[in-house]
C-alpha cells in the first residue's frame, strides 16, 4: 500500500483562485510530520509548509495552510489567491519516526497549472 | 551559505560505467539521505545516513553503494551503469529532531545510455 496517495495527477485553475491539492497518507506511528514541496520546471525542490502529528493547530505559510484531518489521515495544502508563478509540481511527504533520521516518503505529485 | 552541493549537474554514462555522485553539506546536519526522481513516480529513498560511518538502505538500493566518513560529506556510488539507473538524483540533509529543516540540493541529472 502507498504510504503517501496524491489522487490527483494535474490540475488547471484560474489566477486568483483558491486552490486545494490532496494527500492522504498511512502510518501505524504515532509520531509523524507531513510536508509539502513545490518543483518548479527549473527542478529544485523547495519547502513550503510542515504539520507536526502532534501539532494542535493546522500550520500556515503565508498564502499556504495546510488542512490536516488526523482521523482521516489527510494533509491537503491550499493555496489562497494563486498566482501565475505558483504553476509547478507539488509534492506532500511524510516522515515517520521521532528525529527524522529515516528520510522522507514522497507522494507521486500533482502538476498544478494556474491560467491567466 | 552553500547548504547541499550536488555535482556534477548532468552526467552521460555508458552501460557497464562506474561513478559517483558527490554532496556535501556544510550545515553540520547529522542526517543526510539521497533520493531518485523518475517520471510519474515522485521521489524515492535510496540510502540514508544517521552520522558519520553510518548508513542504511531506502526503498530503491539496489545498483548504488554510500558511506558516510565525514559529516559533511555523502557520496553516492553506481558501480556499475544501467539504463533504468536514468534518473534525476537528489541529495538532502536535515537536523536531528522533529523540527522540518529538510534541505535538498540542486539535483544531478544522469543518463544512462
Known amino acids: 500500500a502507498q504510504k503517501i496517495t496524491q489522487t490527483q495527477p494535474g490540475m488547471f485553475v484560474q489566477e486568483k483562485e483558491a486552490v486545494t491539492l490532496d494527500c492522504t497518507y498511512d502510518?501505524?506511528?504515532?509520531?509523524?510530520?507531513l510536508f509539502w514541496y513545490k518543483q518548479p520546471s527549473s527542478g529544485e525542490m523547495i519547502f513550503l509548509i510542515y504539520?507536526?502529528?502532534?501539532?494542535?493547530q493546522n500550520a500556515t505559510e503565508g498564502r499556504y495552510s495546510l488542512n490536516f484531518q488526523k482521523a482521516r489521515k489527510s494533509a491537503n495544502l491550499v493555496i489562497s489567491a494563486s498566482q501565475l508563478g505558483d504553476s509547478a509540481m507539488y509534492f506532500c511527504?511524510?516522515?515517520?519516526?521521532?528525529?527524522?533520521?529515516?528520510?522522507?516518503?514522497f507522494g507521486k505529485g500533482t502538476h498544478l497549472i494556474i491560467q491567466p | 551559505n552553500a547548504g547541499v552541493t550536488q555535482t556534477p549537474k548532468f552526467q552521460v554514462l555508458k552501460t557497464g560505467q562506474s561513478m559517483t555522485l558527490q554532496c556535501a553539506q556544510d550545515?553540520?546536519?547529522?542526517?543526510m539521505s539521497w533520493y531518485r526522481q523518475d517520471p510519474g513516480m515522485g521521489l524515492r529513498l535510496i540510502h540514508y545516513?544517521?552520522?558519520?560511518?553510518?548508513?542504511d538502505q531506502g526503498e530503491v538500493p539496489n545498483g548504488y553503494n554510500v558511506s558516510r566518513s565525514t559529516t559533511e560529506d555523502f557520496p553516492l556510488r553506481l558501480l556499475s551503469a544501467a539504463p533504468s539507473q536514468t534518473s534525476v538524483y537528489f541529495c538532502?540533509?536535515?537536523?536531528?529532531?522533529?523540527?522540518?529543516?529538510?534541505?535538498f540540493g540542486s539535483g544531478t541529472r544522469l543518463t544512462v545510455v
Open positions: 511527504a511524510m516522515r515517520e519516526g521521532r528525529g527524522g533520521a529515516d528520510g522522507l516518503t
Open positions: 502510518t501505524s506511528d504515532p509520531s509523524y510530520g
Open positions: 504539520q507536526g502529528s502532534y501539532d494542535q
Open positions: 550545515m553540520n546536519h547529522e542526517y
Open positions: 545516513s544517521v552520522g558519520a560511518g553510518i548508513t
Open positions: 538532502a540533509s536535515n537536523q536531528k529532531g522533529d523540527a522540518p529543516g529538510y534541505t
